[in-house]
């Protein structure tokens, strides 16, 4: 019914940037929320960022003032804009989206920051 699809991640030093995008794709009527979560080798998936529709966002700690997310609620994406990268970054990132009282997760995007 839905896919998400994310893009942009990759590897990148220290320092620099990164913005992901993810569009959705199918049988969609709404889009309440948006946002990114992130899965590190050995960790569990912690939530990064997200965003309503009427956009409010929220950030984890952790990327708090590095990071910027958005929402085109016409073409039903969300971005992340990652800034000041650390290695502690490198994960897989996945969008994820609540559309018509349901949840749905992107197949996921590495990202790998090397110092």
């Known amino acids: 019914q839905v896919q998400l699809v994310e893009s942009g991640g990759g590897l990148v030093q220290a320092g620099g940037s990164l913005r992901l995008s993810c569009a959705a794709s199918?049988?969609?009527?709404?889009?309440?929320?948006m946002g990114w979560y992130r899965q590190a080798p050995g960790k569990q998936r912690e939530l990064v960022a997200t965003?309503?529709?009427?956009?409010?966002?929220n950030y984890a700690e952790s990327v708090k003032g590095r990071s910027t997310i958005s929402i085109d609620n016409a073409k039903k994406t969300v971005s992340l804009q990652m800034n000041n990268l650390k290695p502690e970054d490198t994960a897989v990132y996945y969008c994820?989206?609540?559309?018509?009282?349901?949840?749905?997760w992107g197949q996921g995007t590495q990202v790998s920051v090397s110092s």
């Open positions: 994820w989206a609540v559309a018509g009282f349901r949840a749905y």
């Open positions: 199918g049988t969609i009527f709404s889009i309440n929320v």
């Open positions: 965003i309503t529709s009427g956009g409010s966002t």
